[in-house]
């Protein structure tokens, strides 16, 4: 039977690069992406654990799905799960023009005196998660916040567009955490019952027969396949939708790592600050030491 999927899209292994889709007759659209080269640069920034790795390349995994759907040059998707008490008080990641970045801070000493998969209670305890949405071509600006519920941040960006959006969502997520060779893969599907553009929404039906008949699909991808190298992206759209009448896909932007960091950055952000500020945050040698969480590099500036 030919593949009903549109030639716009060239298999391939698909790291770092997004892959776009709709489901036309269902009303529904998809972005499916497998991270490689690019997860491993920004983890390797920090010498973190292995849950901690996890972590972090699943909400990299969510960004990078979520910053698909923007629209338009230098928009920014910034994901962020926060708590006053938890092992993990802060996890950011972010989305612009392709670029990602993001990085965790965390308590080892008691992140060590849990086992080796920690729930996500267990890290985050009473937690929020905030998606915050900064469109370019005006200049607006809107955030969701949800509370950190379920069993990963993928079910809790679920609730985030349940909550905020009312749009039905479903986002699975798989990684290989291997130092070294760390692959995740992740699968986005949202029911739009207006068309792939969508419209504004009333209400949100969960029941609707074609999102039930999409998202029983969708559910059923395993983490195997979402990280499998040998299983190109259109091959795991294939798997779940090859009885449709047509699937349209089209290759996404490609995925780098991205940090903004650079002394002419961060000394245009202290100049702003008062001259007797800026004087406390010298050091002996009279310059303003500035560390990126992002790279974990170090930026020496001096001011005039």
């Known amino acids: 039977m030919r593949r009903k999927v549109s030639e716009q899209v060239q298999p391939s292994t698909g790291f770092d690069t997004v892959m776009h889709f709709t489901l036309p007759h269902k009303n529904a659209r998809g972005r499916a992406v497998r991270l490689g080269p690019v997860l491993d640069t920004i983890l390797s920034a920090h010498a973190y654990p292995a849950p901690i790795r996890h972590l972090l390349a699943e909400a990299l995994t969510i960004t990078a799905l979520l910053g698909s759907l923007l629209k338009g040059d230098d928009s920014q998707l910034t994901l962020q799960a926060q708590t ?35 729930s996500l209670f267990s890290l985050f ?16 600006r ?13 079910e809790a960006c679920q609730s985030y567009f349940f909550q905020s959006e009312q749009i039905p969502t479903l986002i699975r997520i798989g990684v290989s955490n291997t130092p070294g060779a760390c692959v995740a893969g992740g699968l986005l599907l949202q029911h739009l019952p207006e068309g792939e553009e969508g419209r504004e929404r009333l209400h949100v039906q969960l029941d609707h027969p074609e999102w039930e008949h999409v998202s029983v699909l969708g ?20 798997r779940l939708f090859h009885e449709e009448p047509e699937i349209r896909a089209e290759t996404g932007t490609a995925l780098t790592r991205g940090c903004r960091c650079t002394i002419e950055h ?3 952000i202290l100049s702003r600050f008062a001259a007797s500020e800026r004087a406390e945050m010298e050091n002996d040698d009279g310059l303003i030491v500035v560390d990126c969480a992002f790279c974990s590099r170090e930026f020496a500036i001096e001011l005039d």
Do not use: K, M
């Not at 006053?84 to 972010?94: A, P, R, S």
């Not at 955030?143 to 990963?152: A, D």
């Not at 559910?219 to 294939?238: M, N, T």
């Open 84 to 118: 006053q008490d938890g092992i993990v008080d802060l996890l950011v990641c972010d989305y612009r023009n392709g670029e990602l970045r993001g990085y965790v801070r965390h308590d080892r000493a008691r992140l060590d005196e849990l086992g080796p998969v920690p």
């Open 125 to 140: 305890g009473e937690g929020y998660l905030a998606i915050t949405f900064d469109l370019a071509a005006t200049g607006q």
């Open 142 to 154: 809107y955030q969701g916040v949800v509370p950190l519920e379920g069993n990963s941040l993928a």
């Open 219 to 238: 559910g059923s991808i395993s983490e195997a396949e979402l990280v499998d190298p040998a299983l190109d992206l259109e091959s795991v759209v294939w």
């Open 266 to 268: 961060y000394r245009d």
